[in-house]
């Protein structure tokens, strides 16, 4: 199932409706590394990540797999990993999956310039759990997670952004 967000800080999916943040420069229709914009577009849902730790693996119409403290994702389009899961340590600019802070407790990872992906377009764009304020993201989207989980029990494959 595809979920819809646009502007109005929503994500709606088959009649219901959550409250989302998205990146702080809104929804972009040209994507560039670090614009704090969300890229416009279907972005499928890949799999999703989870901290095995903190709480069971969600249901989810996607494949699962859960997140280890040494997982990080690369950032850097200078480099060959470029948008792609990595083992830290690494030499390269990258995000650490394992958070203190819960926002990454459960990621999906959102297909956005991975197929291949294209040096500068943008990179780790995740549905992820929200701040407690819902703060704009750096480009993700965001939901609480009660909200996320039920989302993504509701059989959400897809996000589509615009």
Same mark, same amino acid.
């Given at each position: 199932m595809t979920a819809r967000v646009a502007?109005?800080?929503? +994500?709606? +999916?088959?009649? @219901?409706q959550w409250r989302v943040s998205i990146? %702080?420069?809104?929804?972009?229709?040209r994507k560039e590394e670090g614009d704090c914009g969300t890229p416009c577009g279907v972005l499928p849902l890949r799999r999703v990540l989870f901290?095995?730790?903190?709480?069971? =693996?969600? @249901?989810?119409?996607?494949?699962i797999e859960p997140i280890a403290r040494d997982d990080g994702w690369c950032d850097d389009p200078a480099h060959p990993d470029y948008n792609r899961?990595?083992?830290?340590?690494?030499? =390269?600019?990258? %995000? %650490? #999956?394992?958070?203190?802070d819960g926002l990454y407790?459960?990621?999906?990872?959102l297909g956005w310039?991975?197929?291949?992906p294209i040096r500068?377009?943008?990179?780790?764009i995740f549905l992820h759990?929200? @701040?407690?304020?819902?703060?704009?993201?750096?480009?993700?989207? =965001?939901?609480? +997670?009660?909200? #996320? #989980? %039920? =989302? #993504?029990?509701?059989? +959400?494959?897809a996000i589509e952004t615009g």
């Open positions: 502007g109005d800080g929503f +994500l709606r +999916l088959g009649g @219901r990146g %702080e420069r809104g929804i972009v229709a901290r095995a730790d903190r709480l069971a =693996a969600p @249901r989810c119409a996607v494949p899961m990595i083992r830290l340590p690494h030499p =390269a600019h990258h %995000e %650490e #999956l394992w958070r203190a407790d459960v990621i999906g990872v310039n991975d197929a291949p500068g377009a943008g990179s780790a759990v929200a @701040r407690a304020d819902y703060a704009p993201t750096a480009g993700c989207v =965001a939901l609480a +997670l009660p909200d #996320l #989980l %039920e =989302a #993504l029990a509701a059989g +959400l494959t």
